[in-house]
Structures are given as structure tokens and as C-alpha cells.
């Protein structure tokens, strides 16, 4: 059974930096791509950034391009997203997943975590 944690949110002052960490467990990752997705409240969720696990091919939304950088470690079997000059409008729960690189949907998904950008 694939299971995803996630850690590393929590407040911090606008401008500055905060690296979310996805511990995946329950199977192979070599052909899944990882997502990081962002909700705000009373907001739908987001895309933020991917990675394809095997290529390490990156992906990511505009509003995050050239601040936000995504990796994954393959021996911890664990994705991180750096998040750098955080704006206020950062500020959402964020969420991992990941899914199979056959299909378009992301099936498994970690419990999220806050991240608080104080202005």
C-alpha cells in the first residue's frame, strides 16, 4: 500500500524559505511521477510543481517558476519542494502525490501540510 508523509511546513515572514519534504513508501516509484499541489482556503487545489521520478524531468506552475524548485532523493525514496522568496499568496495547505506515468490522474496523495506566509 503506497503511503506519502509529508513535513517541513509551518510560518515563515515573507521573502524567506521553507523545504517541503515527501516520504513515499509501498512500492517502486522508478515509473511515477511526483506532484506537489497547493490548496488556500476557499480556494480549489493547484498544480505547483512535478518530477518524473526516473528522469528527474521537472515541471512547474508560472505563479512559482524560478522560486520554487522540486527533487527527490532515490535511495530515501523521497521528493522535497525548496520554496524560496515566499509571498503571502503562498500560503495554502500543500499536498504531495504521485501517480503512474500511464495514466494523467494522481491516485495517492500524502495528508498535506500548512505552510503560512506572514507579510
Known amino acids: 500500500q503506497v503511503q506519502l508523509v509529508e513535513s517541513g511546513g509551518g510560518l515563515v515572514q515573507a521573502g524567506g524559505s521553507l523545504r517541503l519534504s515527501c516520504a513515499a513508501s509501498?512500492?517502486?516509484?522508478?515509473?511515477?511521477?511526483m506532484g506537489w499541489f497547493r490548496q488556500a482556503p476557499g480556494e480549489e487545489r493547484e498544480f505547483v510543481a512535478s518530477?518524473?521520478?526516473?528522469?528527474?524531468?521537472?515541471y512547474y506552475a508560472d505563479s512559482v517558476k524560478g522560486r520554487f524548485t522540486i527533487a527527490r532523493d532515490n535511495a530515501k525514496n523521497t521528493g522535497y519542494l525548496q520554496m524560496d522568496s515566499l509571498k503571502p499568496e503562498d500560503t495554502a495547505v500543500y499536498y504531495c502525490?504521485?501517480?503512474?506515468?500511464?495514466?494523467?490522474?494522481?491516485?495517492?496523495w500524502g495528508q498535506g501540510t500548512q505552510v503560512t506566509v506572514s507579510s
Open positions: 518530477i518524473v521520478w526516473n528522469s528527474g524531468r521537472t
Open positions: 509501498g512500492r517502486s516509484f522508478s515509473r511515477y511521477a
Open positions: 502525490a504521485v501517480r503512474s506515468m500511464v495514466v494523467t490522474d494522481y491516485d495517492y
